[in-house]
Every structure is written in C-alpha cells, then in structure tokens.
C-alpha cells in the first residue's frame, strides 16, 4: 500500500520543516510512493477521450480506473496544495507557476510531450498503475489522443513488461503490441479492429 493524499502530504511537511531533504529528487519520490491501487475487475486505459465519457467510466463499479486511486486525487488537487506550494519554495526558492505546461512546476507534473517522452508525475503514477495491473485490460483512444503522450509513451511501455497482463482489447497482451506496434499515427490506430471494443457506462 503507497500513500494516501493525507501520507504524501506528511512528507511534504517533512520537506517544510528540514526533516527530509529539499530536492526535486524527494518530491519525485513522494509521487513514485503514491498509491495506485483500485476496485474493479477489468481495467480501462485511456488517451484523448473527452470527460463525459469518462466520468462515466469511473462511475461502472467494475472498472478499474487510475481515476480511482489516491495517486490521481493527489495529482488532481496539486494545484490547491498548499503543503506542496510550501515544499516547491524550499527546493526551488519560488512558488510553483501553474500559469502553463511548459513552466518548470507544469513539466514536473505534465512531462514533455515526444518521442521519446521527457516523463512528469503523470508518467510515473500511470506507469505504476499499469505495473500492478493484472487480467483484462480495454485500451481506449478518442479523438485528441496523440503518440506523445502518457498513453502510447508510458502506460503502452509499461504494459509490455507487465506480467499480469493477459488480454488487451480482447486478444492476447502480445497480439495487441505486435499489432499497435505497426501504425504511427492515432488514426491508423483507431483503424485495427482489436481497438474497436465495446465497454458498458452508466448513462
């Protein structure tokens, strides 16, 4: 079990008084302990889809979503932190700008968009999600998906390694990387017809 919101807010604190070091390296741990295990039966992965839909999918008791974890309540409520604003001043000396995704406080959190992919709090959460993933696994890709990001650059890496993996988009793990493997652009991907998977939401 890694650390609730009220555990990693106790590091931070840490970090504040001089108990821990003053580092991005003891923030970047605090994230990578971060608890990313959820209910449900079948876990859904997702790039580019729009959030009605997935409020909907974390609504469905049987989905396994990294929406239900303490590690996104954490990164979801970064912004309101103010144990982390505090503990961002005493590594860096400033308050964390959050006015942009290219600031150094947005690619701590966001990462770099590429190929390769320069990995923010998002990659290692979403990373560890995946390696504690085990069974069925539905990918989704919606409309702004796009190669350079968590998805197809973290969460797509970390699947391959992830043993308890058995099925993606009802093939085997290894069928569904050889085959996404073979296309380098969303709508290509969309095309295969194991990403075409029907999913239950409540409506």
């Known amino acids: 079990m890694g650390y609730t ?28 302990e971060l608890d990313v295990s959820a209910s ?19 609504n469905v008791a049987e989905n396994r979503m990294i929406n239900k974890t303490a590690a996104y309540d954490f990164l979801d409520e970064i912004k309101n932190n103010t144990y982390f604003a505090d503990a961002w001043k005493k590594v860096y000396g400033e308050a964390p700008d959050w006015s942009s995704y ?18 923010g ?23 702004d998906a796009l190669t350079s990001r968590v998805y197809f650059q973290t969460e797509l890496e970390a699947m391959k390694i992830a043993s308890g993996i058995t099925n993606v988009n009802g093939v085997p793990k290894t069928d569904y ?13 969309k095309e295969l017809k194991i990403n075409t998977y029907t999913i239950r939401v409540r409506r």
């Open 102 to 119: 290219t600031t150094k406080a947005g690619q701590f959190i966001g990462g770099i968009d590429g190929e390769p992919r320069t990995p």
């Open 177 to 189: 990387i050889e085959a996404i493997s073979h296309v380098d652009t969303i709508t290509a991907i």
């Open 121 to 143: 709090a998002w990659d290692t959460i979403s990373r560890n999600f995946v390696k504690e993933t085990t069974g069925e696994v539905i990918a989704l890709v919606g409309d």
């Open 40 to 58: 449900g039966s079948k876990t859904i992965l997702y790039s580019g889809m729009d959030k009605t839909t997935i409020t909907d999918l974390v």
């Open 5 to 32: 919101v009220e555990n990693a807010n106790l590091e931070l604190q840490k970090i504040i008084r001089g108990d821990n070091p003053a580092t991005e390296a003891e923030l970047r741990r605090i994230i990578n």
